[in-house]
């Protein structure tokens, strides 16, 4: 990995990967019930029975518990290698040891641990209440938090003073974009899918109304992250001669590269497909565009989750201003 000019722990790379996805996809379905599918049946009321609604929404929570089991599991084996790699001891001794005491309560990254720890519980506590209005307010709470905090782990987590507050604002709204949108795309892909599956269900009307406000989310989702992504790209590069010399700021050039793929098939969507299907008409037509926003919206998880295998990367190497 000369590209890089850098040792790369991929058992850490790994984990850091799934459990930023998992964090996107449980952050992501909050989000996406509260702003997208809530509000879509709500103005279908007349028509989407109370039945198909629930199903609907017992679709998303499913996701929501799916993705809060992923973050739980993959945050203790994250725990597990951080203090591995902090006390220079195998798996297997850190585990029998008080090490991981030491770790939650004396570094930062062991805070956070703690902090996303209640969060999770709190957010599960909402997700097994939620047919009450306040925990479901709650859940959305907990689950921004949950990929807020993510922000405190990183580089951000460590950039002193002022700037360090600029760093910390930037990353929060990042890793709350980013979930908004990728992990937003998952429950719109199942919805896509669920609506399809089921022609009584006055699909047509409500698919077209899920994904005109998804579009609209993943406009101001992409706004943030490019504003966002600026700012933390000045802070951990530099400058140009940085991002074009360094393993760190080839690796973030990757990302960028990546990001643009995604906002083609985003692009597609917004622009062509999602005007389309509000102006056609007959089921063969609306059918054949619904198979087009979801064949994209799946290439764009795809993307999205190669984009968190970079993130896990970039978090593990030396900002490329510290390299010059």
Same mark, same amino acid.
């Not at 909050?30 to 609907?56: M, N, Q, T, W, Y």
């Not at 899918?193 to 269900?201: H, I, M, Q, S």
């Not at 590069?237 to 643009?260: E, I, N, Q």
């Not at 062509?272 to 926003?293: C, H, K, M």
């Given at each position: 990995?000369?590209?890089?000019?850098?040792?790369?722990?991929?058992?850490?790379?790994?984990?850091? /990967?799934?459990?930023? /996805?998992?964090?996107?996809?449980?952050? *992501?379905? @909050?989000?996406?019930?509260?702003?997208? #599918?809530?509000?879509?049946?709500?103005?279908?009321?007349?028509?989407?029975?109370?039945?198909?609604?629930?199903?609907?929404?017992?679709?998303? $929570?499913?996701?929501?518990?799916?993705?809060?089991?992923?973050?739980?599991?993959?945050?203790?084996?994250?725990?597990?290698?951080?203090?591995?790699?902090? &006390?220079?001891?195998?798996?297997?001794?850190?585990? &029998?040891?008080?090490?991981?005491?030491?770790?939650?309560?004396?570094?930062?990254?062991?805070?956070?641990?703690?902090?996303?720890?209640? #969060?999770?519980?709190?957010?599960?506590?909402?997700?097994?209440?939620?047919?009450?209005? $306040?925990?479901?307010?709650?859940? $959305?709470?907990?689950?921004?938090?949950?990929?807020?905090?993510?922000?405190?782990? *990183?580089?951000?987590?460590?950039?002193?003073?002022?700037?360090?507050?600029?760093?910390?604002?930037?990353?929060?709204?990042? @890793?709350?974009?980013? &979930?908004?949108?990728?992990?937003?795309?998952?429950?719109?892909?199942?919805?896509?899918?669920?609506?399809?599956?089921?022609?009584?269900?006055?699909?047509?009307? #409500?698919?077209?109304?899920?994904?005109?406000?998804?579009?609209?989310?993943?406009?101001?989702?992409?706004?943030?992250?490019?504003?966002?992504?600026?700012?933390?790209?000045?802070?951990?590069?530099? &400058?140009?001669? /940085?991002?074009?010399?360094?393993?760190?700021?080839? @690796?973030?050039?990757?990302? #960028?590269?990546?990001?643009?793929?995604?906002?083609?098939?985003?692009?597609?969507?917004?622009?062509?497909?999602?005007?389309?299907? /509000?102006?056609?008409?007959?089921?063969?037509?609306?059918?054949?565009?619904?198979?087009? $926003?979801?064949?994209?919206?799946?290439?764009?998880?795809?993307?999205?989750?190669?984009?968190?295998?970079?993130?896990?990367?970039? *978090?593990?190497?030396?900002?490329?201003?510290?390299?010059?």
């Amino acid at each position: 990995m000369d590209w890089l000019d850098a040792g790369l722990n991929a058992p850490l790379i790994v984990v850091r /990967a799934i459990h930023f /996805a998992a964090t996107a996809i449980t952050t *992501g379905a @909050l989000i996406f019930r509260a702003v997208v #599918l809530e509000p879509a049946l709500h103005s279908e009321r007349a028509s989407c029975s109370g039945r198909k609604g629930d199903k609907l929404r017992k679709q998303s $929570l499913s996701l929501a518990w799916i993705g809060l089991g992923l973050v739980l599991a993959s945050g203790a084996i994250w725990l597990l290698i951080e203090a591995a790699s902090m &006390s220079e001891r195998p798996l297997g001794e850190v585990m &029998s040891s008080t090490l991981l005491l030491t770790v939650l309560q004396e570094t930062q990254f062991g805070q956070v641990c703690e902090i996303r720890l209640l #969060l999770s519980v709190v957010l599960a506590a909402c997700l097994a209440y939620h047919r009450f209005g $306040l925990p479901d307010r709650l859940a $959305l709470g907990a689950g921004l938090g949950l990929a807020a905090a993510i922000a405190w782990t *990183g580089h951000a987590g460590s950039t002193p003073g002022e700037l360090g507050k600029l760093h910390l604002t930037a990353d929060v709204l990042h @890793l709350l974009a980013a &979930s908004a949108w990728i992990g937003g795309l998952v429950p719109l892909v199942l919805l896509l899918a669920a609506t399809r599956g089921d022609r009584a269900f006055a699909w047509p009307s #409500l698919t077209r109304n899920a994904t005109a406000r998804f579009s609209t989310l993943g406009v101001v989702s992409v706004a943030t992250l490019a504003a966002t992504g600026m700012v933390n790209a000045w802070i951990l590069v530099g &400058s140009f001669h /940085a991002l074009l010399s360094t393993g760190y700021g080839r @690796l973030l050039m990757l990302k #960028l590269g990546v990001l643009a793929i995604m906002l083609v098939f985003a692009a597609s969507n917004r622009f062509w497909l999602t005007p389309r299907l /509000a102006r056609s008409s007959g089921n063969e037509l609306q059918d054949q565009i619904l198979r087009q $926003l979801t064949r994209n919206s799946v290439i764009e998880i795809a993307l999205g989750f190669a984009i968190f295998a970079i993130v896990g990367m970039l *978090g593990t190497m030396h900002p490329a201003i510290h390299l010059l």
